[in-house]
């Protein structure tokens, strides 16, 4: 559906999720675009692009400046100024039934009184969205090369980010049958971590690389015009590559199984609710097998043209960076706000609560602590004309728990603090 992107974009607390780190504009992920505030087309303020035929492609530059008062994410902060240039390019092909695109971007950060904090982050990706009679087929790839912040949730405290790299394959298939719609899908996600050192002393990160294979199929029953009902299965296999001698294995298979509902056809609201179980069974007697209930819902209300107001809520099984600790469930909450101002002239405010609560078991102590995490925040985007918009964002997190084995201060019992403020402007054609 048009509008699942946002339910499921919305939040700025979630703990590494790839859905949101994915590029915008490139099929074969679920980011068709929607129509609400932030996904309407404003053909007056939208870049035209360059185009060739069919194909259309859009380069961009972001330049951006601000303060992040808390890069070691302790009780006692240390901030610096941030300078970042982001380049980018996205190109795209559409016929009316076939969508083709790909995209590239770089992000450069630097802090000039931590300079050792500083990181380049990039990103590809390519996928197609195909008209296969009265079915779809897609497919996308991606390739990320990033880093691990110390303030995000369930973050060793490193003395510099920690490098890493994920790449996501995913594919699906859409049949139709009258009202029914059956989508089978396969996804494979890799990850890889380079070393790091804590308080100056090396440590290895290979224990945390992995590969994970998921695949699943959704049934919906059209009952009326955008309205359906939904049954989704998930099954995944879980293995760690580079396991540690003389540890016990983290490898695990597992099962989702959610039900529900969409709706999205009185132009007022858009729902998506989702709940069910999932459980994690583990390779090794070491970690406990592990279920609970699991929720994908969002809901979103457009009172009027201008404003779009979003709830978001998930509970699902993560992995954890700890060594011996088997994974937490994690739990988040998120509300947004995005307001048109002026046509050219966008709000939004944003605040997002989530809760890590690890898993007993393992190998680094009881297991069974916590980590809290708030962030509320808000910007405004003023778009001067096609092909140049100025941005200001402040975002504030607070965060919080119980020791966490492993983790040191940013994931264990000290509570800290970080606001970051970032104004920039973005070159478009």
Known sequence: MAYVCLLLGAGMAQAQRLDQLLPEGVPGFGTDPGVTVTSRIAPEYQAPGLRSGLWVFHPGLDLATGYASNLFATAAPRGSAVLRLSPSIRAGYDDGADRLGAALSASDTRYPMAPAQGRTDATGALGASMALGGDRVSFGFADLAL?????????????TPIAYRVQTLHLAYAARFAAFSLTPSLDFRRWRYDATTVQGVYQAQSYRNRDALEAGAVLRYGYSDLRSLVLAARATGLRYTDPVAGLPSENASGYQILGGFERADDGVWRVRLLAGWEERIFASSAYPD?????????????????????????????????????????????????????????????????????????????????????????GAQWHLNRWMTVYGDASVTASRGTAVPGAGSAGGGDAWVDLVSLMGVRFGL
Do not use: K
């Open 147 to 159: 880093h691990e912040d110390r303030t995000a949730l369930d973050a060793l405290s490193a003395d």
């Open 290 to 378: 592990h279920g609970g209930p699991m929720i994908e819902a969002g809901l979103a209300w457009l009172p009027d043209e201008a404003t779009t107001i979003g709830l978001t809520a998930t509970r699902r099984i993560e992995d954890a960076a700890q060594e011996g600790v088997g994974g937490y469930t994690l739990s988040a909450l998120a509300l947004h706000l995005d307001h048109e101002a002026w046509r050219n002239l966008l709000l939004h405010a944003e605040f997002a609560v989530q809760r890590a609560a690890y898993l007993p078991g393992g190998t680094a102590g009881t297991g069974g602590g916590q980590q809290r995490q708030m962030v509320a925040g808000g």
